[in-house]
């Protein structure tokens, strides 16, 4: 059974440019939740999304949102980006309500420049 | 929200050696995972743990809810153990929006 795939593994931004981010969870599996993880913040919760619908969200600006299909895939946005977006953002597959266990990928590390 | 503290922030430990992390959460959880994250960067699956204990080979974990912590346990540690362990809970009304502690840098020696 395939894992959690994200793309791209890496990429590099300038400031004020944006960025999309995507994630296909595991097969059958339903909810995609994001997290960041920086040195100074540590992992932080960004969003989750079950049915296509954005469930749960964390601390972070409108310039940070995101989307999921039909078929669970799940994409997050940047805009506008700054250095401090520079990050490893990590996605996170689960069955859905109430089912708990997350899974993550190797998420993609964002460098901006 | 809830608060995470683990500790030891770092342990240095030789091969062959037990060790146990501890992880103290500030309210009630209905979730609790340990992970290990590799030096990629991607977080393995340890435990699925909200209560009681749980063993995988050489390692196990215990939580207790109503007194807001867990324990993973380490035993007889390899050097491919090296890493940084998180505990993540989370509180009612999302299971799936976990809350990270800052973890615990492992160093296994040969």
């Known amino acids: 059974k395939a894992g959690v795939t994200q793309t791209p593994r890496y990429l590099i931004k300038t400031r004020g440019q944006q960025v999309t981010l995507s994630c296909s969870p595991i097969s059958g599996h339903r909810s995609v939740s994001w997290y960041q993880q920086t040195p100074g913040q540590g992992l932080q919760f960004l969003f989750e999304?079950?049915?296509?619908?954005?469930?749960n969200k964390g601390n972070f600006p409108g310039r940070f949102s995101g989307r999921q299909f039909s078929n669970s895939r799940s994409e997050m946005n940047v805009s506008t980006l700054e250095l401090g977006d520079s990050a490893l953002y990590l996605c996170?597959?689960?069955?859905?309500?109430?089912?708990?266990?997350?899974?993550f990928g190797e998420g993609s590390r964002l460098t901006v420049l | 929200g809830i608060q995470v503290e683990q500790s030891p922030p770092d342990l240095i430990l030789q091969e062959g050696a037990n060790s146990t992390l501890r992880c103290n959460f500030s309210d009630s959880v209905n979730n609790l995972q340990w992970f290990h994250q590799n030096p990629w960067g991607q977080l393995i699956n340890l435990f699925y743990?909200?209560?009681g204990t749980k063993q995988n080979g050489r390692l196990s974990a215990t939580t207790v809810a109503t007194e807001r912590y867990s324990l993973l346990y380490i035993s007889s540690s390899q050097t491919t153990d090296s890493g940084v362990y998180f505990c993540a809970p989370s509180q009612s009304g999302s299971a799936r929006q976990l809350t990270f502690g800052s973890g615990t840098q492992l160093t296994v020696l040969p």
């Open positions: 743990i909200p209560s």
């Open positions: 999304y079950f049915s296509e619908t954005q469930r």
């Open positions: 996170a597959s689960s069955l859905g309500p109430p089912a708990g266990e997350l899974f």
